[in-house]
């Protein structure tokens, strides 16, 4: 009986478990990196379609909580750097303003404000173990859900196998880009004078 062992094993220990699902997870936030970034530049290749990852069907449906959940968690902190930025100021570092800014009530405020996305940051460090996964994650994945409460990557099932060991393969990949738009046909508007001398 299996009671209370929840997940996939996929043929791994725990350790390489956690291991190969930080890895899916930071690859597939990676794809959604900006090429021209300079803190990219050790990266080996660019993804071939942004915001999707090809894998097999058990690996995708077990990072598939942890991605989630590290994008909630990145929500919250994005909405905490917004709350604070009205405490912040412009200033250089280390000038008169910004001195006078630090010694005053508004570093205070700025600080109290910005502890929940240091936080989250680094909550996402530990899950993900890719600071650059985070960066891309804060960036330019969490924003685009702020909206959403929740479901934010779907799986696809692909028809064809993995050659070799005819695994099931599958797309784990971002939702709100390549979705599908329902095409509804039109209402046909009958006339009322039509209606009323055929009757």
């Known amino acids: 009986m299996r009671h209370r062992k929840r997940g996939r ?3 791994r220990n725990p350790k390489h478990q956690r291991a190969l699902l930080r890895s899916l997870a930071s690859n597939l936030l990676l794809t959604e990196r900006d090429p021209e970034d300079l803190r990219f530049l050790d990266m080996e290749s660019e993804p071939k379609v942004k915001g999707r990852i090809i894998t097999t069907l058990s690996k995708a449906k077990e990072v598939r909580p942890l991605v989630e959940k ?3 968690i990145a929500k919250g902190g994005v909405k905490a750097q917004e709350a604070a930025a009205e405490f912040g100021t412009d200033a250089e570092r280390g000038s008169d303003a910004w001195r006078q800014w630090r010694q005053g009530e508004g570093w205070r405020k700025w600080n109290t404000a910005m502890a929940p ?5 680094r909550r996402c460090i530990t899950l993900l173990g890719s600071k650059q996964a985070v960066a891309v994650l804060f960036e330019t ?5 702020t909206d959403r409460p929740g479901g934010y990557t779907r799986v696809v099932r692909l028809a064809a196998p993995r050659l070799g060991d005819a695994g099931t393969r599958a797309i784990l990949e971002f939702v709100g880009v390549r979705d599908r738009v329902v095409q509804r046909a039109a209402k046909p508007a009958f006339d009322q004078a039509e209606t009323v001398e055929a009757s």
């Open 9 to 11: 094993i996929l043929g």
């Open 141 to 145: 994945v969490a924003p685009r859900f």
């Open 117 to 121: 996305a240091v936080a989250a940051r």
């Open 70 to 72: 590290c994008i909630t």
